[in-house]
């Protein structure tokens, strides 16, 4: 009968087997650009699902409110008020701009629509903790479908804001209008980007969603809105500070959406020079921040469900 090998003479046999044998790559090398154009075809597919979230949040948001979606209409009047009254005319903002209502809701119409989506996009993960822990599907559809129940109360807004330049502002119907289609695009993308990323760094400091609160008020008075770019520049001066102020993506967004509903910018009212190549390069750029968004997302997502 053949005696039982000694169990550390077995180990040691395998140790010196392991240590001759050589190693082989068996994972794939990385690729980013492949990589996130798999997670943008994730997302796709899920579609559906992203239709139901944004319906999910739009119906969470007003639950048991006996006004329900009218409340998306109150916020953004109230505002106007006070900065029509306040800063319009106890403050004299209103001199030297014409129209001033409608000039104000137009920079406050473009502005919720970055300021909303943003705030609930940061968040999401973190709120939809539940389903994350439950559920494998990719996780970019919930800051995403953020962006989308804000793009619906953007477009509440943005009819309020055609009703009353068309009968307030003495708007018309022309090729100007054209420049809100670049503004929102813009803000989208921008919105896109700093949502991914902010919402999976959120994941793992909270701190992030009342930072942004803190950002979001700087960069409200930051951009044109209830104060003219002109404004700005007699105070910046014609050097660099300019330049970086009016390329803010924000500050871009209100000036294209002023020239589309706001008659003012025919009146002799400055404007920079070149703003839709000013957009078009802000927005290659923002495109490229969305990719590198959503590299880091993909890099921190793995261990969200530990960390909620």
């Not at 579609?47 to 998306?72: H, M, N, P, Q, T």
């Not at 705030?119 to 989308?148: M, Q, Y």
């Not at 803000?187 to 959120?202: C, K, P, R, V």
């Not at 209830?226 to 520049?233: F, G, I, K, M």
Request: charged share 15%; with cysteine; proline share 4%.
């Amino acid at each position: 009968m053949t005696a039982p090998l000694d169990a550390g003479a077995v180990r040691a046999a395998r140790f010196a087997e392991l240590a001759i044998t050589p190693m082989e790559v068996v994972s794939s090398a990385s690729r980013p650009f492949w990589d996130g154009l798999k997670s943008v075809r994730e997302v796709f597919s899920r579609r559906e699902l992203l239709s139901l979230l944004i319906r999910r949040d739009l119906k969470a948001r007003y639950k048991d409110s006996a006004l329900g979606f009218v409340w998306s209409l109150i916020k953004p009047l109230t505002q106007l008020a006070i900065y029509y009254v306040v800063v319009g005319h106890f403050l004299g903002a209103a001199k030297g701009i014409p129209d001033f209502a409608v000039y104000v809701f137009c920079g406050l119409t473009i502005y919720s629509l970055f300021s909303e989506t943003l705030s609930g996009a940061t968040s999401s993960i973190v709120t939809n903790a539940g389903l994350i822990k439950k559920i494998a599907l990719p996780r970019e559809v919930f800051p995403l479908a953020s962006i989308g129940a804000g793009g619906f109360n953007f477009l509440v807004q943005l009819a309020i804001l055609f009703i009353a330049a068309l009968f307030l502002g003495g708007f018309q119907l022309g090729w100007s209008l054209l420049y809100a289609v670049p503004a929102v695009v813009l803000i989208l993308i921008y919105t896109t980007a700093l949502g991914l990323f902010l919402s999976a760094i959120n994941v793992y400091l909270r701190d992030i969603q009342y930072l942004i609160e803190v950002g979001l008020m700087v960069l409200l008075w930051g951009s044109p809105t209830v104060y003219s770019w002109t404004q700005a520049r007699s105070v910046l001066g014609n050097g660099l500070l300019l330049e970086l102020y009016t390329d803010n993506p924000i500050t871009l967004a209100v000036l294209a959406f002023q020239k589309a509903f706001w008659v003012g910018h025919m009146t002799g009212v400055a404007y920079p020079g070149l703003l839709i190549e000013r957009i078009g390069i802000a927005a290659v750029v923002g495109i490229g921040l969305i990719f590198v968004a959503q590299r880091v997302f993909s890099r921190l997502e793995g261990n969200f469900a530990q960390e909620l």
